[in-house]
């Protein structure tokens, strides 16, 4: 009875050492670190996440939304399509009105999948052009251009979604 015993812990921890080592190698293959694994927010205060996002940002999201994070003009209007101009991420926009999670959905699975309904969205999704790290380091180079008073009111925000 003492041996099953020893015999089914034994099982158990080579389960574990087999289900890490995959899981390590899952990991190692991606090229996912585990400082990427971690992110699971847009810190504007992380000045490595932010730097890497400007460059993100200036080479993917500044096309339609502008460099200085201005928008289209007339982004309120919609077009002769029915669709409306890429919006200001600035603090003119509404990005900061939105919490972190559905800024990161919004951007990985594109506009329509939140959007609702007969609303189009022109917003495409990025979520094969980038990854979770690039994404969350966008958002946060996004987020560092709004004022303090702004990103106050934004993390309160987020941090409520995060609890409900």
């Not at 500044?62 to 289209?72: A, D, I, K, V």
Request: some cysteine; glycine content about 10%.
């Amino acid at each position: 009875m003492i041996m099953a015993g020893k015999t089914n812990i034994i099982i158990i921890g080579v389960i574990i050492v087999v289900v890490g080592v995959i899981g390590s190698a899952y990991v190692n293959v991606l090229g996912v670190s585990e400082e990427t694994q971690a992110i699971d927010w847009a810190d504007p205060g992380n000045k490595e996440l932010v730097t890497r996002g400007a460059v993100i940002y200036d080479e993917v999201c500044g096309t339609c939304h502008g460099n200085n994070l201005q928008g289209q003009p007339d982004w309120r209007t919609k077009t002769e399509d029915g669709m409306l101009p890429a919006p200001p991420h600035d603090a003119s926009g509404h990005t900061w009105h939105h919490p972190d999670q559905l800024l990161f959905e919004i951007t990985k699975f594109g506009g329509q999948k939140n959007a609702p309904e007969g609303f189009i969205s022109a917003m495409p999704e990025f979520g094969d052009i980038l990854n979770d790290e690039e994404i969350w380091a966008s958002l946060a180079y996004i987020k560092s251009r709004w004022p303090e008073n702004i990103r106050k009111r934004h993390a309160q925000m987020s941090e409520r979604m995060k609890v409900n």
